[in-house]
């Protein structure tokens, strides 16, 4: 990564924490040069990422100043359980860009139930509030599909198949990496490509261990926050 990205970086990092606040004005570039030990090539390259951004806006013969709040952008708890994953997508107020769609059958990448014979597929980027949040790929049962294209195809699939009174999903799991940003992902969530992300696979199995809903989602790594309960399943004293 150039040096230039990595120290844009590191200041996107000091706005997040408040270090330097929103509507606040940045050290000089004497005084970065100075902390941070590099060229001024290097200072301009970074604030310039950081200016296209939109993170920053920079004022000849004022300095340079903060003009987007990063406090409060981890807004999305990625949910631990099924009844949390429900129930954030039940209030989401997301609009969905149909990409593509086939019948091709996943390929999960853990092993957690049994694939079926037919799936139908399709790539989405979800926004909330105009901005892109992530970027999914979903292979839902074909019957389950065919029940209800209409639905399906325009609306949130889990908040759907926890609706449903004829659907029950008897085991649920997922697995959380955290990978860089490839460049089909980087171009629809607006990040750079080797940013990291948060890498999400989760299985929805029915009664009989068969896959009825498999996701594969990438969320930018700051636009999330993971929170664990350690004691929810710890045994009575």
Same mark, same amino acid.
């Given at each position: 990564m150039p040096l230039y990205l990595q120290l844009a970086k590191l200041m996107r990092q000091r706005i997040e924490h408040q270090e330097w606040a929103f509507g606040g004005q940045i050290p000089t570039l004497d005084a970065l040069e100075k902390e941070y030990e590099v060229s001024r090539v290097t200072l301009r390259g970074a604030l310039n990422y950081l200016e296209e951004m939109g993170i920053v806006r920079r004022t000849r013969g004022q300095g340079t100043f903060v003009t987007k709040d990063l406090s409060e952008e981890r807004w999305y708890k990625l949910a631990n359980t099924f009844d949390e994953l429900a129930? +954030? $997508?039940?209030? #989401?107020?997301? %609009? #969905? *860009? @149909?990409? &593509?769609q086939s019948e091709r059958p996943p390929k999960p990448a853990f092993s957690f139930g049994v694939v079926g014979k037919a799936y139908r597929s399709f790539k989405r980027v979800h926004y909330h509030e105009g901005e892109p949040y992530c970027l999914i790929d979903i292979y839902l049962d074909k019957a389950l599909f065919d029940s209800d294209p209409q639905g399906f195809a325009g609306a949130p699939?889990? +908040?759907l198949l926890a609706a449903r009174e004829d659907i029950h999903i /008897?085991? /649920? +799991? @997922? !697995? !959380?990496?955290? !990978? $860089? /940003?490839? &460049? &089909?992902t980087a171009s629809h969530l607006h990040i750079g490509v080797g940013d990291p992300i948060a890498d999400v696979c989760r299985t929805l199995v029915d009664a009989a261990g068969k896959i009825i809903y498999y996701a594969h989602i990438r969320y930018p790594s700051q636009m999330i926050q993971i929170e664990m309960d *350690?004691? %929810?399943a710890a045994p009575p004293q």
């Open positions: 129930n +954030k $997508v039940s209030s #989401l107020n997301v %609009r #969905l *860009l @149909q990409i &593509e699939v889990v +908040k /008897a085991g /649920a +799991k @997922q !697995v !959380v990496r955290i !990978v $860089v /940003a490839d &460049e &089909e *350690l004691m %929810r």
